[in-house]
């Protein structure tokens, strides 16, 4: 089985659940795109891990392959390693030669162009991610494969500081002897990394040939996809199941399985539009009983209700097959419960997604609301895992299937709690849990 997962609003739907649990019966799993800004959470008896460069997959797959489309830093790579081992120590790994790397030097460019853009500004994660990218479109980037060799590492930092020298004016990346540092440092992390690197693409090609299970784990989210999420306010790569063949070099025609991940309220960090946002003591008593702090950053997320117009096109521009909801146990314990069907500007109905704060202005969301079906018990989750939908409080199967009628995809997985168990699967996966 070949599997895709995507997040199909704004990050942080909950795909590290889903692609943990799902990792338990794909042995490899692979990163397709983005890099340190990435992050997921995964809640197991043996603790909370927090994921951003290697898989969400990585406690549970035997091989982890981190391909083409990513941008990585090094030295965040070797700690990340280390704490999977830790918890899944004969886990391999495996990197692509051509993925770009993120240097310390693309960490501050990312804070001096946010500065730079003033009124403008994305709110990135400043962890380098939108610099890397810009290298590597514009051909002057580092490949993982060079920092087996300091020269080019040396010819290509100074490139860098002479094409962003406006950016890097006054800063001690100017002297001659910092660059020289950068260079051994990156060298030194090669040295280390060096045994996992490889051409992933023609790796990924063999494990398809001897008919292995593949998961690719989408980083980001569908509305943050730097061609068809809500540009500018968007991340540097293409975050849609389609990348997973640009970005490991597997081809989309041996997909058989997309999963769209859909959180039953929104988040997002960082600035741009979201028609469905709250504000005010709901939104705060949805914040903290979601914990909706970037995994990442740590910055407090917006919040807002689930919007159903851009889960339409999130799921036609994936092609998604089923659907993965989460954070029902939270959003079921707010005093109203509220789902946006669609909007309206100047009386007239607004189809499609909205793209800038232009088309935001004067927008009014419709809404459906739902009687709330409260905190659910452990005791009433078991019995949810045993007999199924059936034992759902009427108001929570009313929300599902409303969803699923509205979107006209199948909930294959309802996420229930944070616990790995805590999902009730159906469709191709139901039975396969392990
Ligand atoms: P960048 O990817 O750091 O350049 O940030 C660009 C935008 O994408 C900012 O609004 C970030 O907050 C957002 N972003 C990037 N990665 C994630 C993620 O994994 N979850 C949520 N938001 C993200």
């Keep these: 089985m070949i599997t895709a997962v995507v997040g199909l609003q704004f990050g942080d739907e909950g795909k590290g659940k889903v692609v943990d649990f799902l990792s338990g019966f794909h042995g490899i799993v692979v990163k397709y795109n983005g890099g340190r800004n990435a992050g997921h959470t995964v809640v197991t008896d043996a603790g909370t891990f927090k ?22 830093d090094p030295f965040y790579l070797v700690e990340e390693i280390r704490n999977a081992r830790a918890a899944n120590p004969d886990i391999k790994v495996l990197v692509s030669r051509m993925a770009h790397v993120v240097t310390e030097l693309h960490m501050y460019l ?38 087996a060799s300091p020269e080019v590492l040396k010819a290509k930092l100074s490139l860098m500081t002479r094409m962003k020298a406006s950016l890097l004016k006054g800063s001690k990346y100017e002297k001659p002897e910092e660059l020289d540092r950068i260079v051994a440092e990156l060298a030194g992390a090669g040295r280390e990394i060096s045994g996992y690197m490889c051409d992933t ?28 999420g809500m540009y500018p306010y968007v991340t540097s790569s293409n975050t849609l199941a389609g990348a997973v063949s640009v970005g490991s070099g597997f081809s989309f025609r041996r997909v058989h399985n ?69 954070s029902l146990d939270t959003l079921g314990k707010m005093s109203e419960v509220r789902v946006g069907t669609g909007y309206r500007k100047d009386g007239k109905e607004i189809t499609g997604i909205i793209r ?40 929570l199967k009313e929300f599902i299937t409303f969803v699923e009628d509205s979107t006209g995809k199948p909930a294959e997985f309802i996420s229930l709690g944070k616990k790995r168990e805590m999902t009730l699967v159906s469709g191709v996966f139901a039975g396969r849990v392990k």
């Design 51 to 72: 994921f951003h460069l290697i898989p969400s997959g990585s406690l549970r797959a035997r091989e982890i392959v981190l391909a083409n489309g990513m941008t990585i």
């Design 110 to 147: 990312d804070t001096r162009e946010e500065e730079a853009r003033g009124a403008l500004k994305i709110g990135t994660t400043a962890m380098g991610i939108g610099p890397a990218y810009e290298d590597k479109y514009g051909r002057t980037g580092i490949r993982m494969g060079d920092l």
């Design 201 to 228: 693409e023609v790796y990924l090609d063999g494990c398809h040939g001897r008919k292995a299970d593949i998961l690719f784990e989408g980083s980001h989210g569908t509305l943050l996809d730097v061609d068809f």
């Design 258 to 326: 997309v999963i769209g991940v859909v959180k039953t309220y929104m988040s997002r960090v960082g600035e741009g539009p979201f028609p469905t946002e709250i504000s005010g003591n709901e939104a705060d008593r949805l914040r903290e009983m979601g914990h909706e702090y970037g995994t990442t950053t740590g910055r407090p997320r917006r919040v807002g209700w689930l919007d159903l117009q851009l889960l339409k096109y999130s799921i036609m521009i994936n092609d998604v097959d089923s659907l993965a909801l989460t």
């Design 356 to 395: 800038s704060m232009k088309e935001l202005e004067g927008l009014e969301v419709q809404y459906r609301s739902f009687q709330p079906w409260g905190e659910l018990s452990d005791g009433q989750v078991e019995d949810m895992m045993r007999r199924g939908k059936e034992a759902m409080p009427d108001s």
